[in-house]
């Protein structure tokens, strides 16, 4: 996706952020959702699914594989799956738009549709997005599968047998996790994957519930194959993701008390709330329940006395991986050097996040230095703002770290090409603003 011509100007919140939220529904969850119900065998109602624009492009996907997908109202979805190899090739080119997760995850239903052959394709950034991940390990489980180049969309999927495997992941990614685990439904055998570190398990619990049986032991995970999947409605929680950009405003713009209510805290995507505590952030949780087999809390936000750099790697990289550029903007309050590692993930993102990162923090006067597996920080007490404007590079989390760091700057600061937060977070400026006014 290339960068919107139009700039948007996020002057500093000079009064802190006040208020409580309901940030939107969980993206991650609410794609396997849809994926999972599609292959169902029973109707499957979801609420508070994300409407967004990659959401909506694996609703689209799946419809027209023949599924019936019907809205009742905003954010409840009726899906009417018919059962686990009956998807239908639509004779036309399935289009994901931006959606990673759709192109990654879809393969590993389609994969077990016999006698069907899908192509998925996207917009420019997904098809400069590498699959090889994903089409090499399902080779090796005899998916018939190609890729542009060996590694990029277009993908054409044709539905058959499914071997089961044992791999191990050479890097962390919960979408080839994810896509494996989908492809094991269909094989004639368990199949199991290893990851190098703790990445999202969403998949597991919604299959495990589904009916599926999953083993899991340290980070080896096993999925054995079955007949059929029956789901029980799914109501899906807030997005730790969306959140996050909450989280961090608050901890470092003074005079800021915010609720954020309903919000995922699945242990696999909580790094940015323990790299935030670490940092010395005031973080309360409230209200613990559960949701779907998911761990859900109110999260209570005030801004930080003091902020303290600290060394972030490793298995917390993982799970806070969409989340480490707001680190990068957190530890610019912090006193003393902030340092993230083993992140090579965000370079093949929708864009490359960290070259995209250190040019942006730069222009708006963070001292920071990219690493070819993340980047330093040295606090420098704030962000001045101003200058040159800060460019989303038609990425929508890009945009947002823009967003919030014209709110916590001292000049302000203009993102360029913002609109592409549609992305999954449509309402993100009014979500801003009206915690800025303490009227969110």
Known sequence: MPPAAGSTLFAPAAGGLRGSLEVPADKSISHRAAMIAAVGDSPVEISNYLEAADTFSTLDAIRSCGVVVERSQAGIYRIKGSGLRSLTAPGKVIDVGNSGTSLRLLPGILAGQPGQSFTLDGDASIRRRPMDRVVAPLRMMGVDIEARDGRFAPLVVRGGAVHAVTYEMPVASA??????????????????????????????????????????????????????LRMADVAVPGDLSSAAFFLVAASIIPGSDVLLTGVGVNPTRTGIVDIMEEMGADITRENERRQGGEPVADLRVRTAPALRGVSAGGGISGRAIDELPLVALAAAFAEGDTVVSGAAELRVKESDRIAGLVENLRRIGVDIEPREDGFTVHGSGGVPGGGEKFKSLGDHRMAMLGAVAGAASRRGVTVQGFECVSVSYPGFRESLLGLMEGKA
């Open 175 to 228: 979408q080839v996790k994810s896509a494996l685990l989908l492809a094991g439904l269909f094989a004639d055998g368990p199949t199991t994957v290893r990851e190098p570190s703790v990445c999202r398990d969403h998949t597991e619990i919604m299959l495990a519930a589904a009916g599926a049986r999953i083993e899991k032991e340290g980070q080896l995970t096993t999925i054995h194959p079955v007949e059929s």
